[in-house]
C-alpha cells in the first residue's frame, strides 16, 4: 500500500438551503439505512485516508447539523465547522443587501482559517463513490505539483437523470489529461441511442468526462478568491442573485496560467438530489448497494 505524508482534508459545502427541494436536502433520510448522502461521503472520506473533514454550514441550523451529521464525523475523523456568513466578505468589502449567498468560491473561502493543507471540496448533497474518494486523496497526499488542483471526472453515462434533462460541465482534456475548458452544457439527455445536449445539438459519448464539482485544490487557492471576488464584487455587487462559482474561479485561473488542473477518470455512479422526486431514484440506488452488502458498516 503506498503511504503519503502530505495531510489531506476534505471541505463539505453544506450551507444550502435547499429551496427547490423544500428544506435542508443535506439533511434529508434516504436509503434503506435512513442516512444521508453525506454519511456516504464521511464514509468513504475516512476509508480512503483524509485525515480532517470540515463544513461549512449556516449559523442558523448548526445544532441541527451537528446533531445529523457532525457528531457521526467527530467519532471517526478531526472535524471542524466555519460558517458561510453573507456579511463576511474578502478583503473586507462592505455587506449588501442579498437573495442569496456569494457563490461556491465564497463558501470555500469561508474554511480559509482551519485548512493550511491540501484539500478537496464537495456538495454536501451529492454522491460521488468511493473511486472517487480514493482517486481525489491519492493525488492530494502525493503532492507532486502546489500548482496543479485535481478535478473528478465522471463519464457522462452514469450521471445521467431518468426524469429528464440534466445541466453538465463536459470537459476538454490535452493529451496529458489537463484540464483545457470546461464546456457548460444544460439540456443533456438520452435521444433514441444517442445522448445529446438539446440546446446545442452537440452528441455526446458516454464516456465523455464531466465534472460534478468534486475538486482538489491548495491552499493558495483562498488568496486567488480574494483577488477575484474583489472584481466580481465591482461588477455584481448590486445584482442580489449574482454568484461566484469555483468553476468560473478555477476557469480564470487557467487562462492566466496561475494553476493547472489534473482531470481524473472516475469508475464510480454520481447521483444526488436537486428535487423531491429524485429521491426515489437515490433510494433505489442505496438499496443496490445494500443488497451488494456495501456499506454495512455505516
Known amino acids: 500500500m503506498e503511504t503519503f505524508d502530505k495531510k489531506t482534508t476534505l471541505l463539505v459545502m453544506a450551507a444550502g438551503l435547499g429551496s427547490r427541494f423544500g428544506g435542508l436536502k443535506q439533511l434529508a433520510l434516504l436509503g434503506p439505512r435512513r442516512k444521508t448522502l453525506l454519511h456516504y461521503s464521511i464514509h468513504d472520506a475516512v476509508q480512503a485516508g483524509f485525515d480532517k473533514i470540515v463544513f461549512v454550514i449556516r449559523d442558523s441550523f448548526a445544532r441541527e447539523f451537528k446533531e445529523a451529521v457532525g457528531q457521526y464525523a467527530e467519532e471517526r475523523v478531526e472535524t471542524a465547522y466555519c460558517f458561510q456568513d453573507m456579511d463576511k466578505l474578502p478583503g473586507g468589502l462592505p455587506p449588501v443587501q442579498r437573495e442569496k ?27 460521488y463513490g468511493a473511486d472517487a474518494f480514493a482517486k481525489l486523496h491519492d493525488f492530494l497526499a502525493r503532492g507532486e505539483d502546489d500548482r496543479c488542483f485535481g478535478l473528478a471526472g465522471y463519464r457522462l453515462a452514469s450521471t445521467l437523470s431518468e426524469n429528464g434533462s440534466v445541466a453538465r460541465g463536459v470537459c476538454s482534456m490535452d493529451e496529458s489529461h489537463h484540464l483545457t475548458k470546461i464546456t457548460e452544457m444544460t439540456k443533456i439527455t438520452r435521444d433514441g441511442d444517442c445522448i445529446r445536449d438539446m440546446e446545442s445539438g452537440t452528441e455526446l459519448q458516454p464516456n465523455d468526462l464531466v465534472s460534478m464539482n468534486f475538486w482538489g485544490f491548495h491552499p493558495f487557492l483562498f488568496e486567488e478568491i480574494e483577488r477575484q471576488f474583489a472584481v466580481f464584487y465591482r461588477d455584481n ?56 452488502g456495501l456499506y454495512s458498516d455505516l
Open 101 to 127: 449567498p456569494w457563490g461556491t468560491a465564497h463558501a470555500i473561502w469561508s474554511a480559509r482559517e482551519v485548512i493550511n493543507e491540501p484539500f478537496a471540496a464537495i456538495n454536501a448533497d451529492d454522491f
Open 237 to 292: 455587487a448590486l445584482n442580489p442573485k449574482s454568484e461566484i462559482y469555483i468553476p468560473f474561479v478555477v476557469d480564470e485561473m487557467l487562462k492566466q496560467r496561475r494553476a493547472r488542473v489534473k482531470v481524473l477518470d472516475i469508475d464510480a455512479r454520481w447521483f444526488g438530489v436537486t428535487y423531491k422526486e429524485d429521491a426515489g431514484l437515490v433510494n433505489k440506488a442505496l438499496e443496490g448497494f445494500e443488497a451488494s
